[in-house]
Nanobody, 124 residues
């Protein structure tokens, strides 16, 4: 049974940083598309970043380019999202997803597995 468990969320002031982690179990995602999505209250869930774990190639939404970095540790089977220069508009529930298709990395219906989410709140 595949499980994804996120951690690392919290409350920070604008300009601060957080590092999200997503520990995977039940399957080794060594050559897979894994991603981070977020959903703010009243808004649709959106793709933030994704990585193809085999090559390390990463993709980012325009809104986070230059501020967020996605990475994957194959040995730990863990996905990360380093978030710097956080803004109030980054406030959302952040979800880890796995099993996507890299060419459609931002489409949530392409992913087979999802975590429960971790809340990120950025105050101004």
């Amino acid at each position: 049974q595949v499980q994804l468990v996120e951690s690392g969320g919290g409350s920070v002031q604008a300009g601060g940083s957080l590092r999200l982690s997503c520990a995977a179990s039940g399957y080794t995602f060594s050559n897979a598309c894994m991603g981070w999505f977020r959903q703010a209250p009243g808004k649709e869930r959106e793709g933030v970043a994704a990585i193809y774990t085999g090559s390390g190639k990463a993709y980012y939404a325009d809104s986070v380019k230059g501020r967020f970095t996605i990475s994957h540790d194959n040995a730990k089977n863990t996905l990360y999202l380093q978030m710097n220069s956080l803004k109030p508009e980054d406030t959302a529930m952040y979800y880890c997803a796995a099993g996507g298709t890299w060419i459609f990395w931002s489409r949530e219906d392409e992913y087979n597995y999802w975590g429960q989410g971790t809340q990120v709140t950025v105050s101004s």
